[in-house]
């Protein structure tokens, strides 16, 4: 089915740009498709196809246990007919508080967004600061590890109090929650720059800012990457928490508001959008540190 | 013969806690402008901590380094450091580590054609040109040190420090660099000081071989001249009877009058 794509785009190609003719020809010959096109293609199969067959099995268990008279949660089909319109419409508008759910987690990322990037600039400044200072590494460190382990939710109330608005607070909550790993990460990578770096930076005479640019953030970005990839995931975590505590539109008061009127269907459909949006979320930052950090793990 | 570079009377204490060690005990030498002067002498015996000192990376705990009569004691560009690890920044391409030290030293003294041409012709001098745009971590041991010595001359410096640079190479790339070194020293005239322990590698590049005894408190042992006309050529020195006795003097000192104790 490929052959005649291929062949058509290369004469058009080849009619246009003679110069380009050996190169595009190349790739036409049949060594071509079975060197490199069916390898390529057997790779990604076999990436695809075996979650593929586990969430087939996982959902005719699933379907198979819940199937029958008495059971406490719907199966699979009954999801399907009865969410139908927020599977297949993630950003149908049928009233103020009746969106596709597309709406809903882009307005939860929105808030994310915010937190996350105040959590992304701030951690990494006093990571920074922290990890020059021996002195404010000890002093800050053992606070910082306290801090860290408190649950997002715990800290609503106190951002309630202190903001008096529900949006401000939500983004408090995740601002806290992400910046811990990032400060921490941030500090230990600095800290772990090599001496002979910094011997670099003093035969050439780097000055704070030069040093800054040049070695510190280059050095510790593994490190720094790996404290905001910690961070992205937990602000997810904690956005859908604090968004059913404080209502308004975001995919977790969703979820509350589907419980408090018992529509299980939706909420499964919800839990599902989360954990993929976590998921993209994820690997969209593990992408942006993979492409920065290019070379600097090894030596 | 003037002194270029001086090192004064330096001492080296260095203190952990309550314990002193004495590394380096009145260390005196200088070096005359364009000369190539190695520094040979057993490991720990503070070879590495004396370039340091010179480097400005280390402070003196008595004494003083002077260049051209000015005391130096912080780090600078006129005394660049070809470092042992090569030290190069990975994240930065082989080009981008030359022009970073370019572009420090002469900003606002040549134009960004200048500096991008200096560059390249530092890369030209190692023959590193054509892997200007590789990575440290995709080229090997020997092309990194290049890298890392036309940095060095890049930055046009006084002296050049090369400490232990041949070290970590198999035998034949650093025979490869030594003709480098040798050629572009031949070429530039540089003043250059060199760490290493290598007694034929010192003998064959050198004007001059200072011998430092084992530390504890090490101090300059012998100083030999190496009267050898230059160029010099690896194969024919080989039979030639001053490099052999040169070599002959430095191995006597080493294994003979201050034998390697280990755990002193």
């Known amino acids: 089915m490929a052959m005649p794509a291929l062949t058509a785009e290369a004469e058009t190609a080849a009619a246009t740009t003679p110069a380009a003719e050996v190169l595009v020809f190349k790739p036409r010959t049949p060594g071509f498709i079975q060197a490199r096109l069916i390898p390529m293609l057997g790779d990604a199969a076999a990436k695809v196809i075996p979650p593929l067959v586990m969430l087939t099995l996982l959902l005719v268990v699933w379907e198979l246990l819940c199937n029958k008279p008495g059971a406490t949660l719907p199966p699979p089909t009954k999801i399907w007919t009865e969410a139908y319109d ?57 606070i910082f590890q306290v801090l860290r382990t408190i649950s997002p939710l715990a800290w609503l109330p106190i ?15 995740i601002f806290i929650t992400a910046v811990w790993p990032i400060i921490i990460n941030t500090a230990v990578g600095i800290r772990n720059i090599p001496q002979d770096y910094r011997n670099v930076a003093a035969v050439l005479r780097l000055n ?73 979320l994820d690997r969209i930052v593990a992408a942006v540190g993979n492409v920065v950090t290019r070379g600097t793990t090894a030596t | 013969m003037t002194a270029y570079l001086k090192i004064d009377h330096v001492d080296k204490v260095f203190i952990r806690g309550s314990r002193e060690t004495e590394v380096l005990k009145n260390v005196t030498m200088s070096v005359a ?10 490991s720990g015996c503070g070879k590495t901590t004396l370039l340091n000192i010179v480097a400005g990376l280390t402070p003196v705990t008595t004494g ?5 009569n000015q005391e130096v004691n912080e780090p600078g560009p006129d005394r660049a450091v070809v470092f042992q690890n090569h030290s190069l920044l990975p994240w930065l391409t082989a080009y981008d580590n030359v022009r ?24 030209e001098l190692v023959q590193m040109a054509h892997a200007k745009d590789k990575r440290p971590t995709e080229i090997s041991g020997g092309m990194k040190q290049r890298v890392g010595l036309a940095r060095a001359l890049a930055m046009e410096p006084k002296v050049l420090l090369l400490d232990e640079p041949f070290g970590a190479l198999d035998a034949l790339t650093r025979a490869h660099l030594q003709d480098s070194v040798m050629a572009i020293h031949t070429k530039l005239g540089n003043t250059v000081m060199m760490i290493t322990h290598d007694v034929d ?52 000192f080493l294994y003979e009058r201050h034998s390697f104790v280990e755990a002193a």
């Open chain 1, 159 to 173: 951002s309630l109090a202190a903001f008096r608005d529900s949006q401000p607070s939500a983004i408090f909550v």
């Open chain 2, 33 to 42: 402008r364009g000369e190539f002067v190695s520094i040979i002498g057993h």
């Open chain 2, 201 to 252: 590698e010192a003998v064959l590049l050198s004007d001059r071989i200072v011998m430092m005894t084992n530390g504890p408190a090490a101090y300059i042992g012998e100083v030999l001249d190496v009267p050898l006309a230059r160029p010099r050529r690896r194969l024919e020195l080989s039979s030639n009877a001053t490099y052999l006795r040169c070599r002959q003097r430095v191995l006597e």
């Open chain 1, 208 to 280: 704070h800012l030069e040093f800054f640019w040049k070695i510190m953030i280059p050095s510790a970005a593994p490190y720094i990457f790996t404290g905001l990839r910690i961070g992205i995931g937990l602000s997810w975590l904690a956005i859908v928490a604090a968004e059913m505590l404080t209502g308004g539109v975001g995919i977790g008061f969703f979820i509350w508001d589907a419980w408090n009127s018992s529509r299980i269907p939706d909420i499964v459909v919800a839990l599902a959008y989360i954990g993929m949006v976590g998921f993209v």
């Open chain 2, 100 to 123: 970073l030290a370019v572009d420090k030293v002469f900003s606002g003294k040549r134009s960004r054609a200048e500096r991008h041409q200096w560059t390249m012709h530092n890369l």
């Open chain 1, 86 to 142: 927020l599977i297949v419409d993630p950003f149908f508008v049928a009233g103020p508080q009746d969106i596709g759910l597309g709406w809903r987690v882009l307005t939860s990322l929105q808030r994310v967004a915010i937190g996350y990037g105040l959590a992304g600039f701030i951690g990494i400044l006093i990571g920074t600061i922290i990890g020059q200072s021996v002195w404010a590494m000890r002093g800050l460190d053992p």
């Open chain 2, 64 to 68: 003083a380094v002077l260049l051209e």
